[in-house]
């Protein structure tokens, strides 16, 4: 082995966890600088993963650019500064793992796509339903047009979302820029994006911001340009974690229930659940193959552009009233 790629962390809260774990399956890569404006964050995760110890310590995440030679960042932040986080570490020469929602606007996104193939850096955006096998098949199901036309999808997301995040900057908009529909919403948007297989041509939505200052029930609605119809619940008000998801095609409906596929066909024929393929990657996986094999980019930034044209055309249908033409 040669060459380990050097990793850096900006923002060091609850889901940097996750990417530390998957790093911890690599050798390919080692975190050599942890950046949050919290120092307490750094030093919990240093008590908690000694393979951190090393790493250097920042608070301002462009003195971290500056000083460290990094190959690949990952931007856990808050979601108002992913843009400049993203912007500047691939003009520092970063490539980059972005967590959702990877910007928080159609304009923002475009820009990511445009920078991210002009200085020929890799960004992913870390939407881990991507990897999941049941979501796959899907999207295989549906390209294949084996049940016929897909007529429409429904959806529900439930969560304890607003009382689970009171307090914190999830629920400040200036800090997440939208509520529960940018956050855990937008993982759903964009696994339904990617089982659609398709672009929304025209948004309405209606939101219930529940006394706070951000959208806590979302009920969105879609229609598709190849004529599917989409509805999709977002309810961050619940009192309990459930989702559910149909696609409902010409000759069946294909249920959704995480990783268990349940297809009921016509003509009165019994239930049957789909046999899935184990699918087992990540988004650093993904990335060090990319770096050291040309692998594909399985969640590029194009998928935080397409969340947004859903998302944006959402909140401004809540706004005015009105249905509203989504812009390719
Ligand atoms: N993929 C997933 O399933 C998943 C799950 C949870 C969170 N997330 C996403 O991860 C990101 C972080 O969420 P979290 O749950 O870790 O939040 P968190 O509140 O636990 O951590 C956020 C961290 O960012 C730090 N921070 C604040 N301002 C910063 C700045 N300007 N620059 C750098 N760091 C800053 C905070 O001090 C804190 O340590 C968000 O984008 C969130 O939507 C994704």
Redesign the pocket.
Known sequence: MSKKFRVGF???????GRHFNDLAEEKRAKVVAM????PN?IKTWKERRPELLKAAEYAD?KTMLKKEELDVVYI????N??YE?IMNSMKAGCNVIA???MVCSIEHARKVCAASKRLGKAVIV?Y?RRYQSGYRKVREIVDSGELGRLLAVTAYQLQGWLNGTKG??RQCKEMSCGGQLN?SGS?MIDILLFMINDVPKEVFCFLDNRGTEVDIDSAVCARFHKGTLLSLLVGGGASHWREEISFIFEQGTLSVYGNKLILQRGGGQPQEEIALEPFAHTPTRNMLDHLTKGAEILVGPEAGLRVMQLTEPAWKAAETGLPQKVKM
């Open positions: 900006i923002g060091c809260g609850g889901i940097a950046c949050d404006p919290d964050r995440y856990n932040s808050p979601h500064v992913h986080q967590e959702k929602p870390a881990q914190t900057w956050d993982h």
